[in-house]
């Protein structure tokens, strides 16, 4: 398996094409998962796994690797199933979610896959574990499903989602009562979190789910005779997404002269990874990792700012 990770770390060429690396894996049944390559640190045989009091169900318990202490979370267990058994065969994906490393015990790991995102669908209504899944696709004709790790890693540590008191003042409140953000993202444990920190601000939100869906929202706006730089303050969205991702969303904004100076901040859990070249070269104007309550209020409430500024200065 050390094989299929060596060369994890030259793959973000593929970051702006669109396109993206699968590593499979399986949990307890013969269903085939996906996780982004980019979200991989490394891949190993299951270690030796120390148990501690009063972990959550989920965590199976803590792993000694590289120097370091990580939990280990039984990803069946997370997902509704009963908790993977025989330790000795399985295996530990170690990951990096919003600045935090975990691992992922699952049964076996497979191999990567390339991918377009194109391919990457949302979940169709009605199936399985919807409750948990970002997206599906099928690779050799059977379907794969894509977890939403965000929503697992909420409910087994919850993150702060509150606005610390005094970045929001009433001020800012008054001056956001005008204003929209459009919000893009697959999960819906993360639209939650963004929402949340938004309507502490005061603002008006649009919630869509993936880049494709926004992209077609941006452009129907506009051919409406909408001038959405001036009906939107910004727009706030996730990197990874089915049908297009944020890095191809952001770059058909710019390509669309009449959408082209939309205010954009990518917000993502690839925090490992971020590449400040590449948002430079599709043209975002900001970028945060996620998921800081008030660093995300602080850059929306700085945006707000700056429109005052100009009109400020426009007087």
């Excluded at 390339?114 to 009605?126: A, D, F, L, Y």
């Amino acid at each position: 398996m050390a094989g299929v990770m060596d060369s994890v770390n030259q793959r973000t060429q593929l970051v702006g094409q669109n396109r993206l690396e699968l590593l499979l894996f399986r949990l307890a049944g013969n269903q085939l998962y996906g996780i982004n390559v980019f979200k991989v640190k490394e891949v190993l045989q299951c270690p030796r796994l120390t148990a501690m009091p009063k972990l959550h169900p989920v965590v199976r318990g803590v792993a000694h690797i590289r120097g370091g202490t990580l939990p280990i979370l039984d990803l069946n267990r997370a997902t509704g199933g009963p908790g993977l058994d025989d330790l000795e065969t399985a295996f530990v994906i170690i990951t990096e979610y919003n600045y935090k490393v975990q691992g992922f015990l699952v049964r076996s790991v497979e191999r990567i896959v390339n991918m377009n995102w194109s391919e990457i669908h949302p979940p169709p209504k009605g199936t399985g574990r919807e409750h948990y899944l970002t997206a599906v696709t099928r690779v050799d004709n059977q379907m794969v499903e894509i977890i939403d790790v965000e929503k697992v890693l909420a409910e087994v540590v919850p993150a702060n989602e509150k606005v610390s008191e005094g970045v929001v003042d009433a001020g800012t409140q008054a001056e956001a009562v005008s204003r929209r953000v459009l919000i893009v993202d697959d999960s819906s444990i993360a639209r939650k979190q963004v929402m949340r920190c938004l309507q502490e601000i005061g603002v008006e939100i649009v919630a869509l789910n993936d880049g494709r869906q926004a992209l077609d929202w941006l452009k129907a706006r506009a051919d409406e005779g909408e001038d959405v730089s001036e009906s939107l303050l910004m727009m706030i969205s996730d990197i990874e997404m089915p049908e297009m991702d944020g890095y191809t969303l952001t770059a058909e904004v710019r390509n669309d002269p009449r959408l082209n100076k939309l205010h954009i901040m990518l917000h993502t859990s690839l925090s490992g990874v971020f590449n400040q070249a590449m948002v430079k070269k599709v043209g975002a104007d900001d970028f945060l990792a996620k998921f800081k309550p008030d660093d995300l209020a602080q850059r929306v409430i700085a945006r707000l700012h700056s429109l005052r500024g100009d009109a400020d200065g426009q007087a």
